[in-house]
C-alpha cells in the first residue's frame, strides 16, 4: 500500500470552493483528459493491493461505471463475492446488492444498472450462497461488506472530502455507524487529488483513495479525532 506522501496535490487554479457547480465541472474535464492513461493502472492497482484489505467471506463493493470513471469490475474473477449499489426504496435510499457477472440487471432511480430485486413473493436465488447472509433476503447489511469503492470527481487526502455529483447517498449511507465502520476507498485518477476541498456538515470522510499509484490512506488522520461531530475514519 502506497502512503499518503506520494500524493501530488492541486490547489491552485480551481474555481472558488464555494462554487460546487464549478468544480464538478472542472473535475469532470480534468477526469476525462486524465483516465485514458490512467484507468489501466488504476485497475492494476486494485489487482494488486486489494485482496489483502478484503476480509475473507465479505463482499466487495464495486460500482456500475458511469462515462469517465474507473471501470472495476475486471476485479470479478479475482473476487467470489461481490456487490453493486442501487438507489431504491420508499423512500429511496442507497442499497448494496450481491452481483456477479451475468446476473439480471434492471435500472435503479437514476437509470443506473442493478442487480434486479426479486419479485414479490418469487423465490430469491443468491449467487453462491455468499456469507455472511444478507440482512433481508436480497438487501445486503453493511457486516456483510468488506471493503466499499466509490467513483469522485475530486478527493482531498488530508481532508478525506469526496466531491461526488450532488446526490448525497453515500454521505446518507456511511452516516449510519454499521456502514461507516466498513472500510471505504474513493476510486480516481491521481490528477484529480486536490486540497481544501469545500466541506459540509454532513459530508462523511473517507479513509483513503485508490489511484493509479496505489492504494493510500488519508494523511494525519485519527479515529479518535470527531470532525463535523463525528469521528474521522481510521486511515489504512
Same mark, same amino acid.
Given at each position: 500500500m502506497s502512503g499518503p506522501g506520494t500524493a501530488t496535490v492541486a490547489g491552485e487554479g480551481l474555481p472558488s470552493p464555494h462554487n460546487r457547480a464549478a468544480l464538478r465541472r472542472h473535475f469532470r474535464t480534468l477526469r476525462a483528459t486524465a483516465m485514458a492513461a490512467a484507468e489501466p493502472g488504476i485497475l492494476a492497482a486494485a489487482q494488486r493491493e486489494l485482496p489483502e484489505l478484503l476480509p475473507a467471506d465479505h463482499h466487495l463493493g464495486l460500482y456500475w461505471p458511469l462515462q469517465g470513471e474507473p471501470d472495476l469490475r475486471p476485479l470479478a474473477p479475482a473476487h467470489r463475492h461481490l456487490a453493486l449499489p442501487a438507489v431504491d426504496g420508499d423512500p429511496? %435510499? =442507497?442499497?448494496?446488492?450481491?452481483? %456477479?457477472? @451475468?446476473?439480471?440487471? *434492471?435500472?435503479?432511480?437514476? @437509470?443506473?444498472?442493478? &442487480?434486479? *430485486?426479486?419479485l414479490a413473493n418469487a423465490p430469491v436465488q443468491q449467487p453462491e450462497a455468499p456469507p455472511p447472509p444478507p440482512a433481508s433476503g436480497w438487501e445486503l447489511s453493511p457486516?456483510? /461488506? @468488506? /471493503? =466499499?469503492l466509490v467513483p469522485a470527481l475530486a478527493f482531498d487526502p488530508h481532508s478525506g472530502i469526496r466531491l461526488g455529483y450532488g446526490g448525497g447517498w453515500y454521505d446518507r449511507l456511511r452516516a449510519d455507524p454499521a456502514w461507516r465502520a466498513v472500510? *471505504? /476507498? !474513493? !476510486?480516481? &485518477?491521481?490528477a484529480c487529488l486536490s486540497a481544501n476541498l469545500p466541506q459540509e456538515p454532513w459530508d462523511v470522510p473517507f479513509q483513503g483513495w485508490l489511484d493509479e499509484h496505489g492504494v493510500h490512506g488519508c494523511a494525519g488522520r485519527s479515529a479518535s479525532k470527531p470532525e463535523n461531530g463525528q469521528p474521522a475514519p481510521t486511515c489504512l
Open positions: 429511496p %435510499r =442507497l442499497q448494496y446488492r450481491p452481483w %456477479r457477472p @451475468g446476473m439480471p440487471l *434492471a435500472p435503479d432511480r437514476y @437509470g443506473i444498472p442493478a &442487480p434486479a *430485486a426479486p457486516h456483510a /461488506l @468488506g /471493503l =466499499l472500510p *471505504a /476507498l !474513493v !476510486v480516481l &485518477p491521481s
